[in-house]
């Protein structure tokens, strides 16, 4: 029999309610709090429906739910009948004080017949004049999800039937809100992970560059698994892969604050082992104690090499002709977010032509009943086979499908690929119509012809073609923008570059400067042809010359 306290003050803890309704009475009165109705009904809605039925069917005066806030401890007030108060200020109850808190403490029902300061902490529940109070804990898979109480202005004893009603609705219920609160976190996670991932991999001449991004299974939720690939002030490529330990949306939060941090300070700073110990010190200095993995390199802008530090991160494979290794000489630093100071080192790995870096996360190799050594070996067993393939997406989806058995893989997995071009005797880029993408053109165009030509350094022929792409940018298009087609070939006897827009030519009222002059200058032909399609600039120079 359950105990209570009809002498006074006091409050009595309920234990061992019953599991399953008893009697079609019973049975009905559950029914009618919890039935299909409900299935559909986001969580505010499914809270503000189920107080409405719960008043009814217990003949009470007002009802409320509280969940649990796990970071700070506390219950909040999340919906209310008849204590409206509660929600609109935010009320909040510490876990083991007061009537709701010790139902959390407990875990199990607390009956209150007479209410006092004594043994109510809620000040609204005393202003409302609430008599009589009878709570529940919202229990999922051992864990406290919140409380369920309802009150009477008139005192009023609750009986057994009350209690357990109540105790079987707050059992339904927390599994169906847990549900979907574990699918709105997930969305939420989700939208947010997929925010901080790049919207679109660099498009550079002379590398190619791929990603894949394969959550885990439903039930593990959504990790803090990311990457990220952006080109630097100086022309080299920026690469990231880290790792937040855990799931949900705390670790997409913390995944998407180390993400920003670290662009802002690439921008600054050249030196790879330097942004590690910045952004370590920063999360120590906002005491984000979840733990990081990070790898972070920079390929330099001529191509020829990788400098990285890694922060507890697995190492980078790099595939070539000849075959494929795991880069590292030294011990492993320490993640992000020990809260100890080090001092990462860095590392160099030269990019060979038609070479490929592969930089992912620890979901591609690592596997239950198996050490993480095995794991690595079967990557690079499975990498020996992408080096006859063209395109990196080809070559991470060989990889996907060779080392991804499962249908459902527990952990996330993130994969970013880049491959370092064989030198070619044409070039052929695209850049948007806008100031800023030149200098991005005349860089590739120097890369090209140094390439094709360690000792020409190719400074009319990139004069010229920039002063033709700074014309496209200027005069081809309007506000809405456009694009520039730069292409290059090279024989033996001269250089030619074309620069092609789609637009229609806009003069200016007044000259600002000498392009056409200078393009004349600097090669030895210019041929204009311009029609309705857009304008197409053809440049040559003589080898010779």
């Known amino acids: 029999m359950h105990r209570s306290d009809r002498t006074g003050s006091g409050g009595c803890r309920l234990r061992n309610a019953l599991r399953e309704p008893e009697t079609a009475e019973q049975l009905g009165r559950l ?33 409320a739910i509280l969940l649990l806030d796990e970071a700070s401890g506390d219950l909040v007030a999340r919906a209310a009948k008849g204590l409206e108060e509660e929600v609109e200020q935010g009320v909040r109850i510490p876990v083991g004080k007061g009537f709701a808190g010790r139902i959390a403490a407990d875990r199990s029902p607390v009956v209150i017949e007479r209410v006092d300061h004594k043994n109510v902490l809620n000040p609204i529940l005393r202003e409302k004049g609430v008599r009589s109070l009878l709570g529940v804990p919202m229990l999922v898979q051992g864990k406290v999800l919140g409380v369920l109480h309802v009150g009477t202005l008139a005192e009023r004893h609750f009986t057994t039937n009350d209690i357990e009603l109540l105790q079987l609705v707050a059992e339904r219920v927390s599994l169906a809100l847990h549900v ?36 885990a299974s439903e039930s593990s939720g959504i990790g803090g698994d990311w990457y990220d690939a952006f ?46 110990a910045r952004l370590d010190r920063l999360m120590r200095f906002f005491e984000i104690d979840d733990i990081v993995t990070l790898l972070f390199g920079i390929v330099d ?13 697995l190492p980078p494979l790099v595939v070539t002709r000849t075959g494929q290794r795991f880069v590292s000489d030294g011990p492993s630093n320490p993640p ?20 490929s870096l592969i930089l992912y996360t620890d979901g591609l190799v690592e596997r239950r009943n198996e050490s993480l050594t095995r794991g690595l070996e079967r990557l690079c067993e499975a990498a020996s086979s992408i080096r006859s393939l063209g395109h990196p997406d080809d070559a991470i989806a060989a990889l996907v499908d060779s080392l991804l058995d499962e249908a459902s893989p527990t952990d996330d997995v993130a994969i970013l690929m880049l491959r370092r071009e064989e030198a070619s005797s044409t070039l052929d880029l695209r850049v948007r119509a806008a100031p800023a993408e030149l200098l991005t053109l005349r860089r590739a165009l120097r890369r090209w012809l140094s390439e094709l030509d360690g000792s020409m350094t190719g400074h009319d022929v990139i004069l010229a073609a920039g002063e033709a792409s700074a014309n496209a940018v200027e005069h081809a298009y309007g506000p809405a923008g456009g694009w520039v087609h730069v292409t290059g070939t090279r024989d033996q006897q001269a250089i030619q570059v074309i620069v092609r827009d789609e637009g229609h030519w806009r003069a200016r009222p007044t ?20 029609s309705i399609a857009g304008t197409s600039v053809t440049m040559r120079r003589s080898v010779q010359r």
């Open 31 to 63: 029914l009618r709090v919890s039935d299909a109705a409900l299935a559909n009904l986001a969580p505010e809605d499914l809270l503000d429906q189920l107080l409405i039925r719960v008043r009814e069917v217990l003949e009470a005066d007002t009802a």
């Open 301 to 313: 802008a001529d191509l020829s090499a990788f400098r990285f530090a890694s922060a507890g991160h």
């Open 231 to 276: 080109v630097l002030p100086s022309g080299a490529v920026a690469l990231a892969m880290g790792d937040v330990a855990g799931h949900g949306l705390k670790a997409a939060s913390v995944m998407g604050k180390v993400r920003n941090a670290l662009r802002a300070y690439a921008v600054e700073v050249p030196d790879p082992a330097e942004v590690l």
């Open 336 to 355: 992000l977010g020990t809260g100890l100071s080090h001092a990462y080192r860095e590392e160099i790995v030269p990019l060979e032509p038609d070479s």
């Open 511 to 530: 000259s600002r400067g000498r392009g056409i002059g200078l393009m004349r200058t600097a090669m030895d032909t210019v041929e204009f042809d311009r």
């Open 180 to 215: 979907r609160l574990f699918e709105r976190e997930r969305l939420i996670s989700t939208t947010l992970q997929q925010a901080f991932l790049p919207e679109a991999l660099p498009d550079l001449p002379g590398v190619r560059l791929a990603s894949r991004y394969q959550p």
